[in-house]
Structure formats: structure tokens, C-alpha cells
């Protein structure tokens, strides 16, 4: 690439981690640039340094126990790092505008959407304010989101998260930056909902000519996106090269460890029944939320049957009804009516008085790791914790508590442990101990995974289906990720506004879905055509 062509040129750039950290360098003398209208993707899993640096990019390691100690960033010639505080103000927005991962976070909720981009407007423009609203809806419309001037009026609650990230996009937009650094800003988001933002994005960024520095860890969205990559491990970059390349072609150990971990676009077998007992039968299922005049319901008539061994998957966007399904179904939140059998027992009969006997026979994984974990408990108590309360005796107990964070990968060491001193796929397999520690019969997965790097992902999903195996386990398994359910679901229910659309074995969905929702949901699969290059590239090897 010539020097006139380039946008951006990081040079060497080294940010020391504090003293107490577990290696010396967040990021280690990294070189990269970006063009005018180019989009690189720098990929790596959490702890890689990627995110870290977009931040230095930006200026945003100063209230952080970060501190960039060498290395140059050059933006149209400028070095960055000797930018003083009210220079890099005047930049962020007008020339470099970043888009963050979380919306929520990322929008004031005290003030309505239209509002905090006026204000970006007001301070850097000398339009008049009846000219910055006109801007801002035309805005809006550019970025496809309906009825601008309800938004417009919205607090960041009162819309959807793909509608909050497009408000994200605009603030980002809203003063035709040469440079933008989106932080990955689609991880959160349900399939289509992402694939309609990726298509939005190329399309802006090619439309207005601006350099696109996208962060990620999913070499799916890579494949839909990227013109050039980055692969970074542990503060290094590893490799980098033209997106094709690196996607068919990978060099290095760690990108071709992150792209076999991407979950295949390929169903697996047709699970061979043997035993038909019913071990989970949902009948008729119903939950509505509000009185009469308000009433919306968020799961209508949902039924199914579950075996031995069995898992079925309950895929749909947000809103869909499927996590309020999977809560309903444990009992967490009170059905409005149907009929949760468990074993051949009305479990959703019971009076709450005598559900404690039966809860040891359904168990669920959380998706978030984080918060599902009581911080103040060692990872010990939080495993033996139920066996106890069922009459277990503790040392019975704590010893089932080793012998189980054995089996999911983790040292027994870690019983006398804090969940705050393992990673969040550490923590995952914590929560699937805990689950298994009162021996389930069946057990619900809420986007048990949906939170985690891919090579994560993948070490966990293996390990539920191991398990699934071992103990003969039926599983419900929510996700939105139809990649992830080819990988562990016999059977796959698609579930639309509180409703099942559309219910069979995974390979007969995938290979003939006969619901427009369901084709829908896997057209916007990311990468889906690079995976089936992929595929036959294998088969001819």
C-alpha cells in the first residue's frame, strides 16, 4: 500500500498491562494499516489485545491502568500518541468515531436518541437546530431503522437492541468520519438482526469512502465483511494478509486453531432412537405477561415430547418467547396455562411448597456466566450447594464437587477457588458442574455459549455433548445461533413471536425448511457461503 493511500499506520505499538497482570505487554509491537476505503478485521478471542488496540487508536486507554510505552499512531500523517487532550476531542467524532459493542452502554439512558445526536451536532457544527433534526432523521433513514421520528423521541429502552445499535452507527456517522473503529458491534445481536447491520455497514462505509477497522472473533462475519485481516494472540499479531487468503489459506497455528473452531454450517447425523420413553413433555404451553387490556403473550401453545439423550433446540431472534419458554419450563417464571410433564409427574402442577423434591430432576445452564455465579461463594460451595439442601452430607458432597470440575475440565484445585478468578468459559463449565451436581435427568441450556470466543464455544459444546452422552441426559437448548444448534441438536424448533413455526430433526429442517421465517433465519447466517467453499475444499483435499 503507498503512503498517500493510507488512512491510518500503527507502527510498533507496544501498551504495558499493569505489574499485576499475568504478561507484560496488552499489545506488543503490533504494525497494521487501513486504507481509505477499506475494511480490516482484527480477530482474536478476549485477552488478545484487539479491542485494546482501537482504544489507543481512539484515546481511550487514559482513564485505564493501560499505558501505551512505545510505537507511533499515524492518522493522515498525525501521531496520535502526540496528540494533546483537546486535539484528540476534536478528532473523536469529526475525523475517527468508534462503534461500541454494547449499545446500552454506549447511549445515555436519562436522554432520548435525538437528543444525544443533536448535541454531538451542536458542538461540533454551527448548523441551526431545526437543520440538525432534518440531518439526523435523514440519518435514521440512511440507516434503515422505521419511523425516524418516533426514535427520534425513544429513550434507549424503549427500542430493540438492533435498533439501538443502528442509533450507535449514526452517532458514529453523524459527522462524516474518514476513520471508524466498530468494537464488535455485532456480537450481541440475533442472526438476521446482524447480518442486515454487516450489509449496512459495508454498504455506508463504501458509500462514504471511510476506513473501516472491525473488531471481531467470528471469522463468519470476517468472510461477509473483511478486505484485509489481522489475526492477534495474546497481544501479537500472528498474521495478516488479504481476507481470502487468510480465510482458505491460514499460516499460522493459532488462526487455523480459531477458524476450525468456527461451528460448521452442517447438521449433524439423525440421532437413533431406541428408547421413546418421554422424559420432558410440553403441552400446550402458554405464558402472557399484563392484565386484559395489555396482555401480550410471549409463549402461544408450544408443545413437544424429549427422550433420552436427547436434545432438542429452540432457536429464534429476541423476542422470539424462547428463553420465557425455557423458564416456564423450569418453573422460574409461572406459566399462564398447559402442562410441563417431568418423568410422568405434573411438574408444573405442583404447589411451589413441594417443588423441591422434583428440582433435582431438571437443571439449567445460564447464559451469563458472570452473574450467574454467586461471587462471595468458592467454586466449591457453589457446586456442593444443592446437593446439600437435597440431604447430602458435605463432605458427600464437596467431594462430588471435585470429581465433577474434574470431569469438565477444570483442576480440582479449583474447588477452593472464586468465580472471579476464572475466565468466562471457565466459568461456563463451573455452571454446567453445578447443574450436573443434583444429577439431572434433563437439562435446559440457555445460550449457554452465545457469550463465549469461538474456540471457547466450541470446547463447551463438545463437552455438553460428552456429557449429554455420559449420563444420558435429554437436553433443551436455547440459542439463536443456528451454526451452534447443527452442532448439538437432534431435533430444532423454530419459535416466532411466542410460537413454534416450524419443529423437526435438524437435518431435515436445514435441508428443506418449509417455513419463509425459517429460510430467513438461515440465509443471514454469516460466512455461510466461505463454509461451504470451506467444506468442498476439504472433501477435495
Known amino acids: 500500500m503507498n503512503s498517500s493511500d493510507r488512512l491510518l499506520e500503527i507502527r510498533n505499538l507496544t501498551v504495558d498491562l499493569p505489574k499485576t497482570a499475568d504478561r507484560k505487554y496488552a499489545v506488543e509491537n503490533v504494525s497494521l494499516d487501513i486504507g481509505h476505503n477499506e475494511v480490516l478485521c482484527l480477530v482474536g478471542e478476549s485477552g488478545s489485545g484487539k479491542s485494546i488496540t482501537g482504544r489507543a487508536v481512539m484515546g481511550l486507554l487514559g482513564r485505564t491502568k493501560l499505558r501505551v510505552s512505545s510505537g507511533e499512531i499515524n492518522f493522515l500523517g498525525e501521531n496520535l500518541l502526540k496528540a494533546s487532550d483537546r486535539r484528540m476531542r476534536a478528532l473523536r467524532g469529526s475525523q475517527i468515531a468508534m462503534v461500541f459493542q454494547e449499545p446500552m452502554t454506549a447511549l445515555n439512558p436519562l436522554m432520548t436518541m435525538g437528543r444525544q445526536l443533536d448535541e454531538l451536532l451542536k458542538i461540533h457544527t454551527k448548523l441551526e437546530r431545526a437543520q440538525r433534526k432534518i440531518r439526523i432523521l435523514e440519518l435514521f433513514r440512511d440507516v434503515h431503522l422505521p419511523d425516524p ?51 449496512l455497514m459495508k454498504n455506508l462505509q463504501s458509500v462514504r469512502q471511510t476506513g473501516l477497522l472491525f473488531v471481531t472473533h467470528d471469522f463468519g462475519v470476517v468472510a ?52 421413546y420413553e418421554s422424559v420432558l413433555s410440553v403441552k400446550s404451553l402458554d405464558k402472557v405477561y399484563g392484565g386484559s387490556t395489555r396482555a401480550v403473550a410471549a409463549v402461544k401453545k408450544v408443545s413437544f415430547d424429549l427422550r433420552k439423550g436427547e436434545t432438542i433446540g429452540i432457536v429464534g431472534e429476541s423476542g422470539s418467547g424462547k428463553s420465557t419458554l425455557a423458564r416456564c419450563i423450569i418453573r422460574l417464571i409461572e406459566p399462564t396455562g398447559g402442562q410441563v410433564m417431568l418423568k410422568g409427574i405434573d411438574f408444573s402442577g405442583l404447589p411451589r411448597k413441594e417443588l423441591a423434591p422434583h428440582r433435582k430432576t431438571i437443571q439449567m445452564v445460564f447464559q451469563d456466566p458472570y452473574s450467574s455465579l454467586n461471587p462471595r461463594l468458592t467454586v466449591g460451595q457453589l457446586v456442593a450447594q444443592g446437593p446439600i439442601v437435597q440431604g447430602i452430607s458435605k463432605t458427600e458432597a464437596f467431594d462430588l464437587a471435585g470429581q465433577l470440575l474434574t470431569l469438565v475440565g477444570l483442576d480440582r484445585n479449583a474447588i477452593n477457588r472464586y468465580p472471579h478468578e476464572f475466565s468466562g468459559g471457565q466459568r461456563q463449565r463451573i455452571g454446567i458442574a453445578r447443574a450436573l451436581a443434583m444429577r439431572p435427568a434433563v437439562l435446559v441450556a440457555d445460550e449457554p455459549v452465545s457469550a463465549l470466543d469461538v474456540s471457547v464455544q466450541a470446547q463447551v459444546l463438545a463437552l455438553l455433548d460428552d456429557i449429554r452422552k455420559q449420563f444420558d441426559l435429554a437436553m433443551v437448548f436455547i440459542t439463536h445461533d443456528l451454526r451452534v444448534a447443527a452442532q448439538i441438536c437432534d431435533r430444532i424448533a423454530v419459535m416466532k413471536f411466542g410460537e413454534v413455526v416450524e419443529e423437526g430433526p435438524t437435518a431435515d429442517v436445514f435441508a428443506s425448511p418449509s417455513h419463509s421465517y425459517t429460510r430467513s433465519l438461515l440465509d443471514a447466517v454469516p460466512g455461510k457461503s466461505w463454509e461451504r467453499q470451506r467444506a468442498l475444499n476439504e472433501q477435495r483435499a
Do not use: W
Request: charged share 20%; with cysteine; aromatic share 4%.
Open 149 to 199: 421520528e418516533r426514535i427520534y423521541v425513544s429513550y434507549p429502552h424503549e427500542v430493540s437492541g438492533g435498533q439501538r445499535q443502528r442509533v450507535v452507527i449514526s452517532m458514529a456517522l453523524i459527522l462524516d468520519p474518514q476513520l471508524i473503529i466498530a468494537d464488535e458491534p455485532t456480537t450481541a445481536l440475533d442472526v438476521t438482526t446482524q447480518a442486515q447491520i454487516l450489509k
Open 224 to 275: 461477509e465483511i473483511a478486505d484485509r485481516v489481522a489475526v492477534m494472540q495474546r497481544g501479537c499479531l500472528v498474521e495478516a494478509g488479504d481476507a481470502q487468503e487468510v480465510l482458505n489459506n491460514p499460516r499460522h497455528p493459532y488462526t487455523q486453531a480459531l477458524i476450525r473452531a468456527v461451528p460448521r454450517f452442517a447438521p449433524r447425523a439423525k440421532l437413533e432412537i431406541t428408547n
